[in-house]
């Protein structure tokens, strides 16, 4: 990954060129902040600069990831009694090759791993003890990205400690972390945190365009629902096929729903709509309830005339969209919302997923028809 790559993070960059340049490099780093922001892809060029100027040749095995100084930790599932992140470390290569933005959800499916916790295990924390005892295969610095750091578990984290305490010589330790609530406090104050915010607007608008050959419509609608996650993006854009089917099922949802006052068999059409929908997997079901957050809330917002904020319209089927948002207004925009937020809930605590769309389906013709 090269600086010029990665997409926004000007300050960041220059922060981190300055520590190398005046030899400032922190033996243990902590860089925060969602992976769609570009946390990996920092810490990537970070080692690849701090290696290529110690040997010119490093530079091109650092983008492949196969530098023998270059190590990885990253959270797996138990499998035979395995929970060591290097019997999968080909598929997490193949994946950051592929996408060095991709999130710990892409990651879930590359594993098709479901309903099973990913973690960073006391074993795998042994493991790299172990690898970093040794000799430097190049004679000199040996880095660590600890991908997802804050997916360690209390054991691991503890024996992690002692692997900062005592770091072997010419080691860098750059953990990535989406969130700090998780890592032991006794971590942090051993970490220079590196704070790494969401992708400003002007850089997310010229990586898409780099990338893509998109109207400038759909560029404004992209950016307004990322809110700086390149990741979600890139995903948007590649998947517009998805997003074209939530907009048919959130139509369906919505008509069933405001017939359903007169015509109460409309109801059937709701329970096949929910059992559809529960046919997916967990991530694209959360995806749709995403979207339907979001339309409701754009709804509200065209409603309330703040139409210049109203970067989506649907459309699809000859569907109303100034009538529909006559309907949602202050006197409903909440339950919906809870409504919507309690379905995720459900689904991530492993509920019957039929039951939670067929409840949250049936619910919405409440809501619909009250006066505001």
């Not at 019997?87 to 959800?105: K, Q, W």
């Not at 880095?143 to 750091?149: D, S, T």
Request: charged share 30%; with cysteine; glycine share 4%.
């Amino acid at each position: 990954m090269n600086w010029e790559e990665i997409v926004g993070q000007k300050k960041v960059i220059e922060t981190l060129k300055d520590a190398i340049d005046k030899e400032r490099v922190g033996h243990a780093q902590l860089f925060i902040g969602e992976e769609g922001f570009g946390v990996l892809p920092l810490a990537l060029a970070y080692a690849k600069e701090i290696l290529k100027r110690e040997n010119e040749h490093a530079a091109s095995k650092v983008e492949h990831l196969n530098h023998l100084d270059l190590h990885f930790s990253f959270p797996v599932f138990t499998e035979k009694n395995n929970s060591l992140s290097q019997r999968l470390f080909e598929d997490f290569r193949n994946m950051i090759i592929e996408n060095p933005y991709a999130s710990i959800n892409d990651w879930n499916e590359v594993l098709d791993a479901q309903n099973k916790q990913l973690f960073i295990s006391a074993d795998e924390v042994d493991a790299l003890n172990q690898k970093f005892a040794l000799k430097s295969f190049e004679g000199g610095t040996k880095i660590l990205i600890v991908w997802r750091a804050d997916k360690m578990n209390v054991t691991a984290a503890n024996k992690f400690l002692k692997f900062l305490e005592e770091p072997p010589k010419k080691t860098i330790i750059l953990l990535l972390a989406e969130k700090i609530d998780t890592i032991l406090p006794t971590i942090l104050s051993r970490c220079q945190a590196i704070e790494v915010p969401r992708i400003d607007d002007e850089s997310l608008e010229q990586g898409i365009k780099n990338q893509f050959d998109v109207s400038e419509e759909k560029i404004k609608e992209v950016i307004h629902q990322v809110q700086g996650n390149y990741n979600t993006a890139l995903q948007l854009l590649q998947n517009d096929s998805a997003n074209e089917e939530f907009e048919e099922l959130f139509i369906d949802w919505v008509r069933n729903a405001f017939m359903a006052k007169k015509k109460p068999e409309v109801l059937r059409n709701i329970v096949l709509w929910g059992r559809n929908i529960a046919s997916w997997n967990r991530e694209k079901q959360k995806n749709f309830l995403d979207f339907c957050s979001e339309m409701f809330r754009l709804a509200l917002l065209q409603n309330y005339d703040a139409e210049h904020l109203v970067y989506k319209r649907l459309s699809k089927n000859g569907f109303n969209w100034e009538a529909f948002t006559n309907f949602i207004h202050g006197a409903n925009i909440v339950d919906i919302l809870e409504e919507i937020s309690d379905a995720d809930l459900h689904l991530y605590r492993n509920a019957n997923a039929k039951i939670v769309w067929t409840d949250l389906g049936i619910k919405l013709t409440r809501y619909i028809h009250r006066s505001a």
